[in-house]
């Protein structure tokens, strides 16, 4: 679902780069086959459409990328997908039927904002998957909890555990339970006015609604709703108008007994950059998380997802998928979708050695398949030195590249999640930082710590990876 967004908004990139004739001609029907670090595949509907996309739009599409992912995407390649046309490809757009409602949408909006009363729409249901069933999601015992309160909360909402907030580990279906949790009460209660939205696009409501002075029509189109799921919390933080808006109708919504959900990547007591009185309403409910499911969750997901693609996964691949393959759900999915690509591409049938070399490739694992899974050992952090070792080894750089005065991407950030970690893990102050990091000046070292902070805040690629990385000195 999220590759079926992304490729959405790098479409609208892509439109107001190129002539309307090459679009409808050249982008007949298209999907993104996989994202990696630097690299992004789409599939094409033919070879002609394949080649021509090399050949003509190569950059425009590598810049349309750039711009919804992120700037290190250094290389977009084309696959012929000879099931593109599939019905049940969910994954796949229209190039065509997107542009007609591209264009449609456009010329409401500017005719909307010429209007004197602003339209703020709340909802787009095109984002919520039927999919998503709480039937059809798996449950562990490190999310049991956190089901349970969706499950109630379908039942009846506005009377069961309101507000139910929700933080997660990384990429561990939060998605799925959510939208799961708004099509359950959709489907029960046709007649209550359900939404599900994002932080991002309250702001952009909020400030369309500032700019037309018209912040009470915001309030009454919420204070019509009977249930509103507000996923990504985390992207309000530090943006203090739109949060005191936020409070205004949480408090409209709570008063008049109506349902809310609200995700946030981090427990309650971690929202340092959220207004005081606000983080206090989130805790006026309940509060579940969810964490890595276990090696039989995970098998069970495997196994889940395969028969949902209507792939025949061999037991024994499966069971050492999961036990290679524990950081969190958007892996396992990664990781079936290549075997279902290697299948449908070249005939090969996964085996077990097939996928124990994959993963190997992957640095999924480094183990041989006869030898005994070795417990991974958490380095025992001594001292700054010890920090910067274990970030060096993340990165496959030099630790001197680190320390050294270089302004690289590649060493920056690794030089800037060393700072970090070094003042919130073992309290150096900024002077200390400073002179283990070439001499740099206290504000140098502030301003790097900040902008790491920031970052984790609105990039999870980069909350992953340090996640990783303090998973790995124990922290």
Known sequence: MEKHYRLKNILINIIEDIKKQDFLVYFRKISILEIKKDSVTFWTVSGFMKDNLEAKFTDVIKQATIKELWENIKTISFLVDNNIDTPSNQDVIDCTKFYKEHIKWSKKTQKNSQSDDIEISVQDNNTISNRYTLKNFVVWADNQLAYSACEAVARNPGRSYNPLYIYWDVWLWKTHLLQATWNAIS??????????????????????????????????????????????????????????????????????????????????????????????????????????????????????????????????????????????????EWVLNQMIAEYELTGTTPSLNKIADKLRKLSFTTDMLWEPKKVTQRTNIRSYEDIIEVVSKHFWIEKEW?????????????????????????????????????????????YSCKKLDKMLQKDKKMLYEVNIIKEGIGM
């Open 402 to 446: 680190i320390l050294w005065e270089n302004r690289k991407k590649e060493f920056m950030i690794p030089r800037q999640i060393s700072m970090y970690l070094l003042k919130t893990k073992m309290n150096y102050t900024y002077e200390r930082i400073g002179n283990i990091f070439s001499g740099r000046n206290h504000a140098s070292v502030l």
């Open 187 to 332: 489907a029960k209660f046709k007649w209550k006015k359900v939404v599900y939205t994002t932080a991002d696009k309250f702001i952009t409501e909020y400030v369309a609604a500032v700019k037309k002075r018209n912040i009470e029509r915001l309030r009454e189109k919420y204070r019509e709703i009977d249930v509103v799921v507000i996923d990504d919390v985390q992207f309000l933080a530090n943006k203090e108008q739109t949060q005191n808006e936020l409070y205004n109708i949480f408090n409209l919504l709570y008063d008049s007994n109506k349902q809310i959900v609200i995700s946030w990547d981090r427990a309650p007591k971690e929202l340092t950059n959220l207004e005081p009185r606000l983080r206090s309403r989130f805790e006026w409910g309940i509060t579940v998380d969810i964490w890595k499911p276990d090696f039989e969750t995970r098998l069970a997901i495997i196994q889940e997802k395969a028969r949902e693609k209507e792939f025949l996964i061999p037991q024994d691949v499966a069971e050492f998928i999961a036990a290679n393959v524990t950081e969190n759900v958007r892996e396992l």
